[in-house]
Nanobody, 121 residues
Framework: QLQLVESGGGLVQPGGSLRLSCAASGFTLDHYAIGWFRQAPGKEREGVSCISVSGSTNYAASVKGRFSISMNNAKNTVYLQMNSLKPEDTAVYYC???????????????WGQGTQVTVSS
């Protein structure tokens, strides 16, 4: 059974950092694009970052230069390093996978349960 589990969320002050993890089980990440998404209360879900099968990465304009996505194949885990966090980054963060698809695909699946990130003083 393909499963993704997010972890690493929490409460952090503005300007702080968090590292989110997206651990895969039931499949290996080699042939999957992995995307990070977030949804704030009352807002639609938005794409944050993605790492493709080839290892290329992309970021939403709102997080570019502050967030960094990476993959550890040995641990079958994708990370999202979030620096210089702002209150507007507060949301539930999800990861999802897309088999042999580019990051621009809308066909992400196997969504995790999400991890809450709250940026507040």
């Amino acid at each position: 059974q393909l499963q993704l589990v997010e972890s690493g969320g929490g409460l952090v002050q503005p300007g702080g950092s968090l590292r989110l993890s997206c651990a895969a089980s039931g499949f290996t990440l080699d042939h999957y694009a992995i995307g990070w998404f977030r949804q704030a209360p009352g807002k639609e879900r938005e794409g944050v970052s993605c790492i493709s099968v080839s290892g290329s990465t992309n970021y939403a304009a709102s997080v570019k230069g502050r967030f960094s996505i990476s993959m550890n194949n040995a641990k079958n885990t994708v990370y999202l390093q979030m620096n210089s966090l702002k209150p507007e980054d507060t949301a539930v963060y999800y990861c999802a996978s897309a088999f042999l698809k580019p990051c621009t695909t809308g066909a992400f699946g196997s969504w995790g349960q999400g991890t809450q990130v709250t940026v507040s003083s």
